[in-house]
């Protein structure tokens, strides 16, 4: 489900290895709030987050959400806004290194990484939510809003738009582009270029500068509103997203 790799220099990489395209159940979900929270006891100077080439994540796995009771969809996300506060809070840098495509979940663990570089060409991301019949929870808005403005974000939010990895680097949903086999190594170079400077002046800033991320994705415990269980639910999310794992299965 997931690999550890060290790096040189402290660097560990968090590699999602769940099938073919790293859909987010809950037990991938919590091995990766386990593993970001880990790491730094473990010896990490720095985090890279990476899936697999072609495939950083494909998001929430529906088909198996979908099996589940309210009590059940609710635990999946709090523990997914869990694992988002565990890389928002984190006390190491961490790296996004998009190995490939990242709609929904996959584009949403992005944003609370320090920096994100993303393999360029065909490869797509965004928050798509709204094309499956889900809404995106205001904490998440934020975090999107912190990166591409409030304007930027609300257009592609409220659109569920996937963008390619040459305009999302325009736009600066992503920070670089690399080769898909260049995507780790390179993400491993930028954080050996940051762990080269002064630590303790380093990490003062950099807590100073995500303070704001912190205060809303530091303690995750209250953060899911209810409504959004409810939105679930609701004749029209269910519709789609059934119709969507309709259509995945017709594909094989």
């Not at 998440?140 to 403005?149: E, T, V």
Request: with cysteine; aromatic share 6%; net charge negative.
């Amino acid at each position: 489900m997931l690999d550890i790799l060290p790096h040189d220099g402290g660097i560990h990489e968090i590699r999602m290895a769940r099938g073919s395209v790293n859909a987010l159940d809950m037990g991938l979900v919590e091995a990766l709030r386990e593993a970001i929270v880990d790491a730094p006891a473990n010896g990490a100077r720095g985090i890279v987050l990476s899936g697999a080439q072609g495939m950083f994540s494909a998001g929430v796995d529906v088909p198996a959400l979908l099996q589940h009771d309210r009590a059940g969809v609710e635990a999946f996300w709090h523990a997914f806004f869990g694992l988002c506060g565990a890389i928002a809070a984190s006390p190491v840098p961490t790296v996004a290194a998009i190995t490939g495509h990242s709609p929904a979940g996959g584009a949403v663990l992005s944003l609370f990484c320090d920096y994100r570089i993303m393999a360029h060409g065909m490869y797509k991301i965004g928050l798509n939510e709204v094309q499956v019949g889900l809404s995106v929870p205001e904490p998440i808005q934020f975090a999107m809003r912190r990166i591409l403005g409030n304007y930027r974000a609300e257009r592609l939010l409220v659109a569920g738009a996937m963008v390619d990895a040459e305009q999302a680097h325009a736009i600066g949903l992503v920070d670089e582009l690399a080769t898909v086999e260049q995507v780790v190594t390179r993400a491993a170079a930028w954080l050996a270029d940051l762990l080269k400077l002064p630590p303790k002046a380093m990490l003062r800033t950099r807590e100073i500068a995500r303070a704001d991320l912190v205060a809303v994705w530091g303690d995750t415990t209250h953060l899911l509103d209810p409504g959004f269980i409810d939105d679930f639910f609701g004749e029209e999310t269910q519709r789609v997203l059934h119709a969507l794992v309709a259509r995945l299965k017709s594909k094989g």
